[in-house]
């Protein structure tokens, strides 16, 4: 913690020295301010994000906005102390007007620091009590769709009997208890219902104790580094054992551990979202860049006054068409209303599974 203080203090120096305008001769300017992982096992949805930027800098040039939008990246490194003093130099040194976060986990920490500032807040988590208070947002699937999506496949593949295993992180807990609806509802039978906590990394006898009980399948709602770790654990004492989940498989940048699997997950990117990225990037692997992209189109789209209560207003009932996933629509708790969809690795890279 002294460490990440003394990086925000040096940044405050820095970037006091460095105030601009907030507006220009011709149009004001809307301050965006991204915590996003630019280090770490998530790295890649931080550069996946600055390419998605650049692409919509590109759109956002031929379109006859009433705003500029300058963007402010912060490396939260996917951790929550440091994306929360982040977030106070965005807030308070940088004077950003929205703020941007990944996953759950980031976004329900900063979520109450963007109430309390007033601050719009679009995280991309599934977790519903992120988009408590009239500030915050999120931009994803809803855990309830996604979960369902996952449960429908099992019985449509008449795999019944369901070891669980999940992390305690806010962001596979929030499709836990989805799973453990379905479970008492007997959409599915869950035999066995494992926690285990970040910093783990030896599941030999726990992986043992779960084959024992002869399960269909597993649902492994694990995040990196634990997730690889605990699959390839698993793939030593059976290969053949069917594991999916929510999401988690398309998380890793390699992901190769995963071929052949099948998960539910968050919308697909449009196929022009998808060839507009390779053109830049030279690879079609997203890696969810595309809800970023749909949080600057949602902005854009509500911005049509420097009130925030009329911004606010405006996403609530927003009814877009994204380039980036297509249809666009919250409720009236904020949460993005989007369907969710089953996908595969294939090649190393997710691929939707066409119905």
Known sequence: MKKLLSVLCMVLALTACDNKKDTTDSKPIVKIGLIVPMTG?????????????????????????????????????FNASRSAIMAKKLIEVDKVDVI????????????????????????MATEPNVAKGEYNF????????????????LKKQNLHRIAFVIQNTAMMQSVGEYIREAGRNGDIDIISDNAINSGERDFRILIYKLLEDK??????????????????QLRKADKNITITSVESFGYPEDKSLFEGTWFSGAVIPT?????????????????????????????????????????????????????????????????????????TIKNGQMEAIEE
């Open 100 to 123: 941007i976060t990944l996953s759950s986990d980031i976004g329900s920490v900063i979520s109450p620091i963007a109430q309390e500032s007033h601050v719009i807040h679009l995280s």
């Open 41 to 77: 096992e998530y790295a890649h949805f931080g550069d996946a994000m600055k390419k998605g930027i650049k692409l919509f800098e590109q759109d956002d040039a031929t379109k006859a906005s009433s705003y500029q939008y300058k963007f402010f990246i912060e490396d939260g490194a």
């Open 271 to 343: 196929k022009a979202y998808i060839n507009k990225f390779k053109e830049v990037t030279g690879t079609d692997d997203t890696y969810y860049s595309e809800l970023f992209y749909a949080a600057f189109e949602v902005i854009r789209a509500a911005y049509t006054s420097s009130d925030k209560t009329v911004v606010i207003n405006n996403i609530l009932n927003l009814k877009m068409q994204s380039f980036s996933i297509g249809d666009v629509s919250f409720d009236q708790n904020g949460m993005m209303q989007t369907d969710a969809y089953l996908y």
């Open 215 to 232: 399960p269909d399948a597993m649902i492994v709602q694990l995040q990196p580094p634990e997730l690889q770790i605990f699959v390839e």
């Open 138 to 153: 999120t931009v994803s699937t809803p855990p309830n769709r996604n979960t369902g999506k996952m449960i429908e496949e």
